[in-house]
């Protein structure tokens, strides 16, 4: 934060210092000015700084709320992200039936994969393609099928919800308000894309961040004139130490105006993907299952631009389907 302040700061202690300079001179017979010219570099009275000050720290105020509430608002919609998360797994590992474990597992998977998605969807310099073959998340097909979307958290939503509609249909009918439980924690997880979407497309208005730098900016350069009256050469790092605390409060709230480059995103997503990977394991070792690959590929395939879009039951209906082929050759042998 200091480096981005120093051109400011400099400016201030240039100005400062040949305010002092000049002044002195002045006093020493050094530099001779007319009456009317020295009254107006050199004004004893503090007042103009002190009816403005008010203002100044209202507009510094006022910033740095709207931008500490953004920063909040999207700490608070991560924390929900996390909670609904957990929450759906939870559900979707508790009711979904033993033979059922294709949409357990594409359930688990695919909210670890929107996680991301989302994450990179906020940054411009990241790409959840990437991230999500490093971590060997989904299989070849379904990364594919993600890779050739615009908008991947909405096409994991989509998949959810299809997993979901798959889950209704083996799920006793009597177990429809569990459906109905677990729509309204994807939808509560949609709702958190959206207000992410919203703090990203919505800064503050640039004629007001404007104006409360010029304003302080100006401020500022007033200060050394008065001061020099009361302090001398203590007006030089007095108005130093003034500017890099007035300075520094608008940094702060041009820094957390944008949450999402600085939010520890990585480490939500990290704990999202162990808390979901460790009820996996917990569950396949419950009903007997090796524990395994959580989804992912593994096959060392690289992932090309495709422009084919493949729907959400289609991936569900591949996922069946491997899981129908297998119980098939358990059965035969």
């Known amino acids: 934060m200091i480096r981005g302040l120093a051109p400011t700061l400099s400016f201030v202690a240039a100005l400062s210092t040949s305010v002092a300079t000049f002044h002195q001179s002045v006093d020493c017979g050094i530099i001779e000015?007319?009456?009317?010219?020295?009254?107006?570099?050199i004004f004893n009275s503090a007042q103009p700084l002190l009816l403005t000050s008010t203002v100044l720290g209202l507009l510094l105020v006022f910033r740095t709320n709207a931008s500490y509430a953004r920063w909040l608002d999207a700490r608070k919609s991560w924390g929900i992200?996390?909670?609904?998360?957990?929450?759906?797994?939870?559900?979707?590992?508790?009711?979904?039936?033993?033979?059922?474990?294709?949409?357990?597992?594409?359930l688990c998977r695919w909210i670890i994969a929107f996680s991301i998605?989302?994450?990179?969807?906020?940054?411009?310099?990241?790409?959840?393609?990437?991230?999500?073959?490093?971590?060997d998340i989904?299989?070849?097909?379904?990364?594919?099928?993600?890779?050739?979307?615009?908008?991947?958290?909405?096409?994991?939503?989509?998949?959810?919800?299809?997993?979901?509609?798959?889950?209704?249909?083996?799920?006793?009918?009597?177990?429809?308000?569990?459906?109905?439980?677990?729509?309204?924690?994807l939808t509560a997880i949609e709702d958190v894309a959206g207000t992410c979407e919203r703090i990203l497309s919505t800064p503050i208005p640039l004629a007001y961040s404007r104006h409360t730098s010029r304003f302080m900016i100006i401020w500022l350069s007033a200060l050394p004139f008065a001061l020099w009256e009361p302090l001398h050469w203590g007006m030089v790092p007095t108005c130093f130490v003034i500017s890099a605390l007035t300075l520094g409060v608008e940094d702060i709230g041009v820094l957390i105006e944008e949450p999402f480059s600085i939010l520890p995103l990585e480490v939500v997503c990290s704990t999202i993907r162990g808390n979901i990977v460790e009820m996996l394991e917990i569950q396949n070792a419950e009903s007997g299952e090796d524990a395994g690959n959580n989804g992912g590929g593994g096959n060392g395939e690289s992932i090309d631009v495709v422009t084919r879009k493949v729907s959400a039951s289609e991936l569900v209906r591949r996922a069946k389907f491997e899981s129908d082929v297998s119980n098939l050759r358990i059965q035969a042998e």
Do not use: F
Not at 33 to 41: A, D, F, G, L, S
């Open 33 to 41: 000015t007319p009456e009317n010219i020295r009254n107006i570099v």
């Open 81 to 106: 992200l996390v909670n609904r998360s957990r929450d759906l797994v939870r559900q979707g590992l508790t009711w979904c039936p033993e033979k059922e474990h294709a949409l357990r597992d594409m």
């Open 117 to 135: 998605s989302l994450k990179c969807h906020l940054r411009v310099d990241e790409d959840a393609i990437v991230e999500l073959a490093e971590l």
């Open 138 to 185: 989904l299989p070849y097909a379904e990364l594919v099928a993600l890779a050739a979307t615009q908008h991947r958290p909405n096409y994991a939503l989509q998949v959810l919800s299809t997993v979901l509609r798959e889950l209704a249909r083996v799920l006793p009918s009597a177990n429809s308000t569990l459906i109905l439980n677990m729509d309204m924690n």
